[in-house]
């Protein structure tokens, strides 16, 4: 009972102070979404406040529009840019608000301020293959009614916004039935492949040009403006007072060819958003800043360190909780069933909705990236320790028991040590899950090898997946090894020989 | 020695023991014989506390069995199974070391218990440092009783000791066992499903049928005046195949 209480007090000790580590620093955090414009506008916003001697962070890529306001919101970020469409169907939805100040009303009640629009308009529209709108001459958004046939693929987040699909098939009547949700950026390709015929755009788009798309006329005016603001947190100015001047300083400065020429830059021309941002700065405000440019080495050594320390803190409480919870479930079964069901299901709960649960509890970054690793690698070792330690020979049990070995010295002396090779064998699946999953940890912020993953996946660029992918799969290789050579040395000479003459 | 005293045992509402009474007198070697499924093994596991009677009660050494006193109990015992029971990630003396080291018994006496038992079972030291899946069927039965005899418990529980061994072995360990046991002067309770085994063994049978005790005597006293008639039964059908095959060669 006492190692059990431990274990309790360090899990305890996990939970509490993990959180506290995300609030240290008096940096503004300014976040983007995962796409190539919302981290550009990002980027310009970081440098531009860095260029004024105010520190920042960036952090990239979180997801998102959800995601990113829900952060606002609970001042787990301070900044981030979003459009004005976006805000009014799908931040305020069911707030029923149209005008700016009714805007600027609604946003103040969760403390948040909103900047004057940055300049372009980025509005969604539908792009087809011009082979495609030459066969079925389309030309208007209204043209797609007579061809069900279609298939359309849309970014998840269009898919189920207020202003996504479902209220633009009722606004234009449309009857396609095969519709399906996917990545922006796949999108394309998917076009391309004509595995789909009709994808969503967003007009500044710089593979608009490069795929040589037709855009479907909006003739009966369905989506709205989308008009680039910075919204950012009201308790901001009593910290940094200026803030407001410098934001102000980027109102009306990026006009629509400006912001297709940096997307394009990035998504194309295989600049860094942070370049690109920094020579828009340049132009535009006669600053002369050099941003230092991180070589793959740097990134790779970053990438492993936050990649371990999200394996190795997970694992670590992870072993600490299922090996006590995999002991408890073989000395009493029904309670056996009930843990083992519980993390069952937990281990069914798909890996994006967990990281989006965790938020509201733990913020953004490395915290809920830990919990949610955490509970997934409970199941392998909570399973394994309890079937080793249920599947020991009865002849074994037995004479633990009529030897007079009290509860406690049977569990330690011969019960463990006889488990163990099943213990392990599930502290190796986990593991080696845990590196897969933690990958997806950079969705949240938690950063890791997805990061490239996730850059290299939105910029289109194999070397950068690779750069991520292939530490992963070495990683997984690596801890597979280690456990066997564990294995090795930490199991009695007496059950390996068994293992080898039986097999 | 051992007392059972109207002992009643169901397993999923089977009655497997039915109101069994028994006292093991001390010093004696006692037989627990009968056809597969009679509830030898039971009983045997109930004497140790592995298993609890429905209705009933169990004595040893005078003291009635409870969850309170069972490990203090069974330090006084030793427990041989069928297969030995040998932990398998323990080496042979660590096997028969762990008891005495878990409470804490002077190591060098410890060792000189050891070679005593060495001797006794004519074991080689050699063997000691080997894993169980190391060793013959016969070694690992030898170290078992070695381990179930190292704290000298004055009651010794065997569970058909010999019946995974080859009949060379059998034959050989069976001699052996006899003369321990001889040596030794203590309680013993042994299963067997061999009458020949039991013969050659025990001061005293049990015979059992259907769990229910038929007969607990001598066994010239079985053959001279069995209780039932199953008894005769059970003792010539193990001797028939011997005869036959006599009367073959002849």
Same mark, same amino acid.
């Given at each position: 009972?006492?190692?059990?209480?431990?274990?309790?007090?360090?899990?305890?000790?996990?939970?509490?102070?993990?959180?506290?580590?995300?609030?240290?620093?008096?940096?503004?955090?300014?976040?983007?979404?995962?796409?190539?414009?919302?981290?550009?506008? !990002?980027?310009?916003?970081?440098?531009? &406040?860095?260029?004024?001697?105010?520190?920042?962070?960036?952090?990239?890529?979180?997801?998102?529009?959800?995601?990113?306001?829900?952060?606002?919101?609970?001042?787990?970020? *301070?900044?981030?840019?979003?459009?004005?469409?976006?805000?009014?169907?799908?931040?305020?939805?069911?707030?029923?608000?149209?005008?700016?100040?009714?805007?600027?009303?609604?946003?103040?009640?969760?403390?948040?301020?909103?900047?004057?629009?940055?300049?372009?308009?980025?509005?969604?529209?539908?792009?087809?293959?011009? !082979?495609?709108?030459?066969?079925?001459?389309?030309?208007?958004?209204?043209?797609?009614?007579?061809?069900?046939?279609?298939?359309?693929?849309?970014?998840?987040?269009?898919?189920?916004?207020?202003?996504?699909?479902?209220?633009?098939?009722?606004?234009?009547?449309?009857?396609?039935?095969?519709?399906?949700?996917?990545?922006?950026?796949? @999108?394309?390709?998917?076009?391309?492949?004509?595995?789909?015929?009709?994808?969503?755009?967003?007009?500044?788009?710089?593979?608009? @040009?490069?795929?040589?798309?037709?855009?479907?006329?909006?003739?009966?005016?369905?989506?709205?403006?989308?008009?680039?603001?910075?919204?950012?947190?009201?308790?901001?100015?009593?910290?940094?007072?200026?803030?407001?001047?410098?934001?102000?300083?980027?109102?009306?400065?990026?006009?629509?060819?400006?912001?297709?020429?940096?997307?394009?830059?990035?998504?194309?021309?295989?600049?860094?958003? @942070?370049?690109?941002?920094?020579?828009?700065?340049?132009?535009?405000?006669?600053?002369? !800043?050099?941003?230092?440019?991180?070589?793959?080495?740097?990134?790779?050594?970053?990438?492993?360190?936050?990649?371990?320390?999200?394996?190795?803190?997970?694992?670590?409480?992870?072993?600490?909780?299922?090996?006590?919870?995999?002991?408890?479930?073989?000395?009493?079964?029904?309670?056996?069933?009930?843990?083992?069901?519980?993390?069952?299901?937990?281990?069914?709960?798909?890996?994006?909705?967990?990281?989006?649960?965790?938020?509201? &509890?733990?913020?953004?970054?490395?915290?809920?990236?830990?919990?949610?690793?955490?509970?997934?690698?409970?199941?392998?070792?909570?399973?394994?320790?309890?079937?080793?330690?249920?599947?020991?020979?009865?002849?074994?049990?037995?004479?633990?028991?009529?030897?007079?070995?009290?509860?406690?010295?049977?569990?330690?002396?011969?019960?463990?040590?006889?488990?163990?090779?099943?213990?392990?064998?599930?502290?190796?699946?986990?593991?080696?899950?845990?590196?897969?999953?933690?990958?997806?940890?950079?969705?949240?912020?938690?950063?890791?090898?997805?990061?490239?993953?996730?850059?290299?996946?939105?910029?289109?660029?194999?070397?950068?997946?690779?750069?991520?992918?292939?530490?992963?799969?070495?990683?997984?290789?690596?801890?597979?090894?280690?456990?066997?050579?564990?294995?090795?040395?930490?199991?009695?000479?007496?059950?390996?020989?068994?293992?080898?003459?039986?097999? | 020695?051992?007392?059972?005293?109207?002992?009643?045992?169901?397993?999923?509402?089977?009655?497997?023991?039915?109101?069994?009474?028994?006292?093991?007198?001390?010093?004696?070697?006692?037989? &627990?014989?009968?056809?597969?499924?009679?509830?030898?093994?039971?009983?045997?596991?109930?004497?140790?506390?592995?298993?609890?009677?429905?209705?009933?009660?169990?004595?040893?050494?005078?003291?009635?069995?409870?969850?309170?006193?069972?490990?203090?109990?069974?330090?006084?015992?030793?427990?041989?199974?069928?297969?030995?029971?040998?932990?398998?990630?323990?080496?042979?003396?660590?096997?028969?070391?762990?008891?005495?080291?878990?409470?804490?018994? *002077?190591?060098?006496?410890?060792?000189?218990?050891?070679?005593?038992?060495?001797?006794?079972?004519?074991?080689?030291?050699?063997?000691?440092?080997?894993?169980?899946?190391?060793?013959?069927?016969?070694?690992?039965?030898?170290?078992?009783?070695?381990?179930?005899?190292?704290?000298?418990?004055?009651?010794?529980?065997?569970?058909?000791?010999?019946?995974?061994?080859?009949?060379?072995?059998?034959?050989?360990?069976?001699?052996?066992?006899?003369?321990?046991?001889?040596?030794?002067?203590?309680?013993?309770?042994?299963?067997?499903?061999?009458?020949?085994?039991?013969?050659?063994?025990?001061?005293?049978?049990?015979?059992?049928?259907?769990?229910?005790?038929?007969?607990?005597?001598?066994?010239?006293?079985?053959? @001279?005046?069995?209780?039932?008639?199953?008894?005769?039964?059970?003792?010539?059908?193990?001797?028939?195949?011997?005869?036959?095959?006599?009367?073959?060669?002849?």
């Amino acid at each position: 009972m006492t190692t059990l209480r431990l274990y309790l007090y360090l899990a305890i000790c996990f939970f509490t102070l993990a959180p506290a580590q995300a609030e240290s620093g008096l940096e503004i955090r300014i976040g983007s979404k995962k796409f190539t414009e919302s981290v550009i506008l !990002s980027e310009v916003i970081t440098q531009h &406040l860095q260029t004024n001697k105010i520190s920042t962070v960036h952090r990239d890529q979180l997801g998102g529009t959800r995601l990113l306001w829900k952060a606002l919101v609970q001042g787990e970020l *301070d900044i981030y840019p979003d459009y004005t469409g976006t805000i009014i169907y799908e931040i305020l939805q069911g707030e029923k608000v149209t005008s700016d100040p009714e805007v600027k009303a609604a946003l103040a009640r969760h403390g948040v301020s909103i900047t004057d629009p940055l300049g372009f308009n980025n509005t969604y529209a539908l792009g087809i293959k011009p !082979s495609t709108a030459a066969k079925y001459s389309l030309q208007s958004i209204s043209d797609l009614r007579q061809y069900p046939e279609l298939r359309f693929g849309f970014t998840n987040e269009f898919m189920d916004r207020e202003d996504g699909w479902p209220s633009l098939r009722d606004h234009y009547q449309l009857p396609q039935t095969s519709v399906r949700g996917l990545d922006h950026d796949l @999108a394309y390709k998917g076009l391309e492949a004509e595995s789909i015929d009709l994808i969503d755009l967003y007009s500044t788009d710089a593979e608009i @040009a490069y795929y040589q798309l037709a855009v479907l006329e909006d003739d009966k005016s369905y989506f709205p403006d989308y008009r680039a603001v910075i919204l950012y947190r009201t308790d901001l100015l009593e910290r940094v007072p200026l803030l407001q001047t410098y934001l102000d300083q980027l109102v009306g400065s990026i006009s629509e060819a400006e912001m297709i020429t940096m997307n394009s830059n990035v998504k194309l021309d295989g600049h860094s958003e @942070a370049e690109v941002a920094q020579e828009f700065l340049n132009v535009k405000f006669n600053t002369l !800043s050099k941003i230092e440019v991180s070589t793959r080495f740097d990134r790779l050594i970053t990438t492993t360190k936050e990649h371990l320390f999200l394996v190795s803190l997970s694992l670590g409480a992870a072993i600490l909780v299922a090996i006590p919870l995999g002991i408890w479930g073989a000395k009493n079964s029904t309670q056996g069933q009930i843990i083992l069901s519980v993390v069952g299901i937990i281990q069914t709960i798909p890996s994006l909705a967990l990281l989006v649960f965790m938020i509201p &509890l733990l913020g953004i970054g490395g915290p809920p990236a830990l919990v949610a690793l955490f509970l997934y690698s409970l199941l392998p070792i909570v399973r394994n320790t309890l079937s080793g330690l249920t599947g020991l020979p009865i002849d074994v049990q037995e004479s633990a028991r009529a030897l007079g070995l009290p509860p406690a010295a049977r569990l330690k002396m011969i019960e463990l040590p006889l488990a163990a090779r099943s213990i392990l064998a599930g502290i190796k699946t986990s593991a080696v899950i845990n590196v897969g999953t933690a990958t997806l940890g950079a969705l949240i912020g938690a950063g890791g090898y997805g990061q490239p993953i996730l850059t290299g996946i939105r910029l289109d660029d194999t070397g950068l997946i690779l750069e991520g992918a292939i530490p992963a799969a070495i990683l997984a290789l690596l801890v597979q090894w280690s456990f066997d050579l564990a294995e090795r040395t930490l199991l009695s000479p007496g059950i390996q020989t068994k293992q080898e003459t039986s097999s | 020695m051992i007392r059972l005293e109207q002992i009643t045992k169901s397993f999923n509402g089977n009655e497997v023991i039915h109101d069994l009474s028994l006292d093991v007198p001390a010093g004696k070697t006692v037989v &627990l014989v009968g056809p597969s499924g009679c509830g030898k093994s039971t009983l045997l596991r109930l004497m140790v506390g592995l298993l609890w009677p429905d209705q009933g009660s169990i004595a040893l050494f005078q003291k009635y069995l409870s969850r309170k006193n069972l490990e203090a109990l069974r330090q006084q015992v030793g427990f041989v199974l069928q297969d030995g029971g040998l932990f398998p990630h323990m080496t042979a003396v660590q096997n028969m070391r762990l008891m005495a080291d878990y409470l804490k018994y *002077d190591p060098d006496k410890t060792d000189h218990r050891i070679a005593e038992l060495c001797e006794l079972t004519h074991i080689s030291t050699d063997l000691l440092n080997r894993y169980p899946a190391e060793l013959s069927g016969g070694q690992v039965q030898r170290i078992a009783l070695m381990r179930a005899l190292m704290l000298d418990p004055q009651i010794l529980f065997l569970d058909e000791p010999l019946g995974a061994l080859d009949p060379l072995n059998r034959v050989s360990l069976q001699e052996e066992m006899k003369s321990i046991f001889s040596q030794l002067g203590k309680t013993v309770v042994l299963v067997t499903h061999d009458m020949g085994e039991a013969a050659a063994l025990a001061d005293l049978i049990v015979i059992m049928k259907d769990g229910y005790l038929l007969q607990f005597d001598t066994l010239s006293n079985l053959s @001279a005046h069995p209780a039932d008639p199953f008894v005769t039964e059970f003792i010539n059908a193990q001797r028939k195949p011997w005869q036959q095959l006599e009367d073959q060669i002849k």
